[in-house]
């Protein structure tokens, strides 16, 4: 997710146009910027990242679901 803003160890990060709050309290040993991208699991910014592997790491997951059985929209 790539990060838009930062309060303190919280950060408004967004990812295809969906915007969360994030926790960076797991990383502030080295506090990312405004501007990183951060993976995230569970709320929290777990790992900072390249924006070019942020956006291998969408392609990948967005192969997965067009490549899997899961329906895709509800019925």
């Given amino acids: 997710m790539l990060i838009e803003t930062i309060d303190g160890y919280v950060a408004r990060c967004q990812a295809k ?14 506090m990312p910027k405004v501007g990183d991208y951060v993976m995230v699991h569970v709320g929290y ?8 592997e942020a956006r291998s790491t969408w392609e990948l997951f967005d192969q997965m679901l067009c490549d899997s059985d899961l329906p895709t929209e509800h019925a």
């Fill in 45 to 52: 910014a777990i790992q900072t990242m390249t924006e070019a």
């Fill in 17 to 30: 146009g969906v915007g969360r709050e994030v926790s960076l309290f797991m990383l502030q040993d080295e």
